[in-house]
């Protein structure tokens, strides 16, 4: 029996003895992760006038032509009718100074801006500028700082596995954290059936819903690995995706120096190539070309398969894409094509991609 002794002699080789002056830590490394960013996360409350039909559902622009009101018997001094829409979502704070990462679809369009912070503070904010393509934008505060900010981090140096922490405003709930891994890395947008962004992003099953977009995804350490953009809904939810930092830090760089973002394009519409008995290591095959656009004026046809940019093998249109992004507009770009079983060299240069108008 003198196994079952508890006293202090008996003790002295079992490994739940308790050391003198130690406790076990009640305290997770989200919680210091969240201490170290955790003030830089702000909300965005956006503001946007829409002018609505009124009239019988005559436009509002109609309304305000002169001679139809007087034609029609409408006061002169009458402003067609309008309503007012509310947005909010989250951003975090990257300089002192003010300047603050969010979504372009937050505050795309918005009259009035209004950034609330963790400390109760709520402050009149300005687009610096937003880029669609991206869907990234930048917001300075009016007020002077400083302001607490988060450390960005790495996002090259992600490993699938690593921990993911969200950190956001879902649903107008202030302050919300999530926990979770990185669940996959690159993943094209164009995957998501989404058409009209040029992204590859951050996987993960932390979750994000409706207000956390443009808030920051931690690492373990506290530090800013990507932003918040978008949540899969319907089959297959509990899927969320951020916009990698080191994509992110650049684009913000272009958007603080000029207020917007230059992105190079070929002219050309893709798609991939499955195995045949031409090629058997994939690539982008041209399905259409603008016309006098930088591959049509450099001699690309429908049907050619672009396996290499600038010495780098392309596998599929989104590594094209991307490579045409790295080679920017204006800067000389090498492409490999295969051609009716031969490999044939083209030399282009990339113009300015701009998007249309929106209505």
Do not use: C, Y
């Given at each position: ?236 939810a509990g899927l969320g995706f951020a916009i990698p930092i080191n994509r992110a ?111």
């Open positions: 029996m003198a196994a079952l002794v508890v006293g202090a002699q008996s003790l002295g080789a079992l490994p739940v003895r308790a050391v003198p002056g130690a406790a076990l830590s009640r305290q997770s490394f989200v919680a210091e992760a969240i201490r170290r960013a955790g003030p830089a996360v702000v909300t965005i409350d956006t503001v946007r006038v829409v002018p609505a039909s009124g009239g019988g559902g005559l436009p509002g622009q109609l309304l305000q032509d002169p001679l139809f009101r007087q034609f029609f018997g409408l006061p002169s001094g009458q402003q067609p009718p309008s309503r007012t829409e509310r947005g909010q979502g989250s951003g975090v704070l990257f300089q002192a100074d003010g300047l603050i990462l969010t979504n372009a679809h937050v505050v795309e369009r918005s009259d009035r801006v209004m950034v609330g912070l963790q400390s109760g503070q709520r402050v009149e904010g300005k687009v610096v500028g937003l880029d669609s393509f991206t869907d990234l934008a930048v917001v300075r505060l009016l007020d002077r700082g400083p302001w607490p900010t988060a450390p960005l981090g790495n996002s090259d140096a992600l490993q699938v596995g690593d921990w993911a922490i969200a950190v956001g405003n879902p649903f107008g709930l202030d302050n919300t954290v999530t926990l979770g891994i990185v669940s996959n890395l690159n993943r094209n947008v164009s995957k998501l059936g989404i058409t009209d962004k040029r992204l590859d992003l951050i996987q993960t099953d932390a979750a994000i819903n409706p207000g956390n977009s443009g808030g920051p995804l931690l690492n373990a350490d506290g530090e800013v690995v990507g932003i918040n953009t978008l949540v899969r809904s319907g089959p297959g830090r650049a684009i913000a760089a272009q958007l603080v120096a000029t207020g917007k973002v230059s992105h190079a394009m070929i002219g050309v519409a893709l798609e991939p190539v499955e195995g045949s008995a031409a090629t058997t290591t994939g690539g982008a095959r041209v399905r259409s070309l603008q016309p006098e656009g930088p591959a049509a004026r450099a001699g690309l046809r429908p049907g050619d398969v672009i396996v290499a940019a600038n010495g780098t093998r392309i596998s599929n249109p989104q590594q094209l894409i991307s490579a045409v992004e790295r080679a920017g507009v204006g800067q000389p770009l090498k492409l490999t094509v295969q051609r009716d079983g031969a490999l044939r060299r083209f030399d282009l240069i990339p113009t300015e991609l701009v998007r249309a108008p929106r209505p």
